[in-house]
């Protein structure tokens, strides 16, 4: 690797790891919001990200992509679907961190690669290695697990889970390839007149918070746009410096903080029953993450066998042609002339 490589390397590293760490302590930033209810945080989530990625884009002049979007239906429609489910993940989220669960939600998050792989199988016909099958099976029986210990299934980490792994097929499986800056703008403004009728319904309802406590409340509010859009073009910018490799190994810091500040900071309370399942969840991580950095290691060594024979047989071809007389090279005159029967040309 040479050293600007290596530097690439780094800061996509730290660029991943401070989009996971911010992330991750999303649950303190939720906490102050209070007195707003998670939907009234989710639809001003929604506005301020949206101003905020429209400022930028004005700024950049990069505004023709919109209409460009607008004009190819089934594109638009897959950013509207995938705006309502990461909407829809945003306020279960909320209401997991207001309401207590903040424990439950980092199990969400732990199980979502999980949930992710099982998708791929069901919906993409995906073939699995054996590793994975058996790093699936556990997170199967976690969930099974804990329904039994809860008394109930664990309806947020589920949700979770299944929103933001159902986003990430939908994006793929659509072929949604906008940059970051882009989706984040196309889903809010997708979603925006959900954001609005959750505003106007609230307000005629007398329970906004927006203007009713404080100015420091109401910046914290519009702070919400930032606090969507940093971690996220932090991690775009990880994702084009770092393997994806890299990338899988970083996010898990982002459900382990949330079960430390779920434990640590806001007190909730954890049976020790309930470890066990999270004991499973964190065995399957471990089997898919070891199965991934090998597959990711066979990759790289097939890569650079296939680099190094297109280079071996380059080399050949050209050894070859420089030990071939070339076809169409001049002959001697005097040769020409005798093998046409004819004399030969005097000096």
Request: charged content about 15%.
């Amino acid at each position: 690797m040479s050293e600007a490589q290596q530097q690439r390397h780094q800061q996509g590293t730290a660029y991943g790891f401070l989009a996971y760490l911010l992330w991750g302590v999303f649950p303190l930033y939720f906490a102050i919001l209070r007195p707003a209810g998670p939907w009234e945080i989710v639809a001003h989530r929604i506005v301020w990200t949206l101003l905020l990625c429209a400022i930028v884009l004005v700024v950049l002049r990069d505004v023709r992509w919109v209409v460009d979007l607008a004009r190819t239906p089934r594109r638009a429609l897959g950013v509207a679907g995938a705006g309502l489910l990461i909407a829809t993940n945003w306020g279960i989220y909320t209401y997991a961190v207001l309401s207590g669960h903040v424990t439950e939600a980092a199990l969400g998050y732990f199980l979502n690669p999980l949930v992710t792989v099982a998708l791929g199988v069901l919906v993409l016909r995906e073939r699995l290695r054996r590793p994975q099958w058996v790093a699936v099976g556990l997170g199967a029986a976690a969930a099974v697990y804990l329904t039994i210990d809860y008394g109930r299934p664990p309806w947020v980490s589920l949700a979770l889970a299944f929103t933001f792994a159902s986003y990430s097929l939908l994006k793929n499986r659509l072929g949604i390839t906008l940059s970051a800056l882009r989706s984040l703008a196309g889903e809010s403004l997708a979603i925006l007149p959900i954001a609005v009728v959750i505003l106007v319904w609230l307000g005629s309802r007398g329970e906004t918070t927006f203007l009713g406590e404080g100015t420091g409340h109401t910046l914290l509010m519009v702070s919400t746009g930032v606090a969507t859009a940093v971690p996220l073009l932090l991690f775009a910018a990880a994702a084009s410096r770092v393997p994806l490799s890299t990338v899988g190994l970083l996010q898990f810091l982002t459900p382990v903080l949330q079960l430390l500040i779920g434990v640590v900071v806001m007190g909730e309370h954890v049976p020790g029953s309930r470890w066990i399942g999270f004991a499973l969840v964190w065995l399957a991580l471990v089997i898919l993450t070891v199965d991934m950095l090998g597959a990711a290691g066979r990759s790289r060594r097939d890569g650079r066998r296939a680099a190094a024979a297109a280079a071996a047989e380059e080399a050949a071809q050209a050894e070859t042609a420089a030990q071939t007389p070339a076809e169409d090279a001049p002959r001697d005159p005097d040769e020409l002339d005798e093998s046409l029967g004819q004399q030969p040309r005097c000096p």
